[in-house]
């Protein structure tokens, strides 16, 4: 079983920053780790996956050059660093970690590639 715990929401106006925190306990391994958000009256939508090593990372085009996931291994923490932000990017966000092996070179990006999920943080962006 893999714990996840996020951090790092809150409200923040149109143009600035957010970093947010996963932090994970128990069987702390993770093959991939990713982010997701859903907005009310949405379905969960893909941000942004990270792989083992922190090598290879994958965006979802609405936040690509905006956002950056990283991961620190040694901490059990993966971020998500999010800048110039907009009111679209209103949603509760979600980190998912995936302990099923992936192919070396493929991040998952759907929801039900993932095993494990925290309970999600909220991020208001005001314009």
């Known amino acids: 079983q893999v714990q996840l715990v996020e951090s790092g929401g809150g409200l923040v106006q149109a143009g600035g920053s957010l970093r947010l925190s996963c932090a994970a306990s128990?069987?702390?391994?993770?093959?991939?780790m990713g982010w997701f958000r859903q907005a009310p009256g949405k379905e969960r939508e893909f941000v942004a996956a990270?792989?083992?090593?922190?090598?290879?990372?994958y965006y979802t085009d609405s936040v690509k050059g905006r956002f950056t996931i990283s991961r620190d291994n040694a901490k059990n923490t993966v971020y998500l660093q999010m800048n110039s932000l907009k009111p679209e990017d209103t949603a509760v966000y979600y980190c998912?970690?995936?302990?099923?092996?992936?192919?070396?070179?493929?991040?998952?990006?759907?929801?039900?590639?993932?095993?494990?999920w925290g309970q999600g943080t909220q991020v208001t962006v005001s314009s």
């Open positions: 998912a970690a995936r302990t099923r092996r992936i192919l070396s070179g493929w991040l998952p990006s759907g929801s039900y590639e993932y095993d494990f």
């Open positions: 128990g069987r702390t391994f993770s093959y991939g």
């Open positions: 990270i792989g083992w090593g922190g090598g290879s990372t």
